[in-house]
């Protein structure tokens, strides 16, 4: 994946939920962009695929099985959906997905990670699933309430990145201050990450040039979404600290950043 390292690594410090929005419609060449770059992500896995309505989110949260707030009418939102029966695809469509967000947030637009078992019956829209695949995630895309954007603005000023575990609650295995630069600019990178209800359930293990992220506790398919965020994260912090690499799904964890020779 072609990852705009300084681009994406600022959406990731200034990056925060979003569930107000203006009325406005998005800019033409701002929509143009990002879906240029969903065409990008949609060729990297076959069994994921992210894809754009223009309807606001309110139309499509009927037909998913929860609560998730209080969310004003967005101009379009994003459907983040998998195929069952490609291998790692949970952990795969956090990590693409995760890129869609990134990219959004880049380009000015607010977002927010809802992730609950679609139920097609109470749909408003068609989301023309095909053979094998489900929806398991959407978000809204528009520009932030004003007043409501100045208000988390200035906390997340004052609380960048607040109520995040220790790093050495997150590497079980233990924490090395002697580690490289780049693992240790990936693993803070990586403990960013956006969770429901902040459960932050990635865990960091690091040896032989490969840090590996796994779940704590049981591997739930949404808690594998999740480590699929914070392995796309990974990857930028280790590429902000100059290092190359590629991931690799399974093995010791669910997946893992290698360092390349």
């Not at 929509?31 to 969903?38: I, T």
């Not at 220790?166 to 600019?185: A, F, I, R, T």
């Not at 960013?192 to 739930?220: E, T």
Request: charged share 25%; hydrophobic share 35%; proline share 5%.
């Amino acid at each position: 994946m072609n990852i705009p390292v300084k681009k994406w690594y600022e959406a990731v410090k200034t990056r925060y939920s979003q569930q107000k929005y203006m009325s406005k419609d998005i800019k033409p060449f701002t929509f143009k962009s990002l879906e240029k770059k969903l065409t990008e992500l949609n060729d990297i896995y076959p069994e994921v695929r992210i894809k754009i309505f223009k309807r606001s989110i309110k139309d499509i949260l009927p037909a998913l099985k929860g609560k998730y707030g209080d969310f004003t009418d967005s101009p379009a939102f994003m459907a983040f959906i998998i195929n069952d029966n490609g291998e790692h695809s949970w952990t795969k469509v956090g990590y693409l997905g995760q890129a869609a967000i990134l990219e959004a947030t880049s380009l000015g637009l607010g977002t927010c990670w809802v992730g609950a078992r679609y139920i097609p019956a109470r749909s408003r829209i068609n989301i023309k699933l095909q053979r094998g695949e489900r929806l398991v995630a959407v978000s809204p895309l528009g520009y932030s309430s004003e007043n409501y954007n100045l208000t988390r603005h200035f906390i997340s000023k004052l609380f960048p990145h607040r109520d995040r575990k220790d790093l050495k609650e997150l590497c079980p295995d233990g924490y090395n201050s002697d580690w490289p630069g780049w693992v240790k600019n990936a693993i803070k990178l990586g403990s960013y990450a956006p969770s429901r209800l902040n459960r932050q359930p990635w865990r960091f293990y690091y040896g032989d040039n490969k840090l590996v992220i796994d779940s704590h506790g049981d591997p739930s398919s949404y808690k594998r979404l999740e480590c699929g965020i914070a392995l796309l994260h990974v990857e930028i912090g280790a590429l902000d600290g100059g290092v190359e690499g590629k991931v690799e799904y399974g093995g010791l964890g669910l997946a893992s950043f290698v360092k390349k020779k």
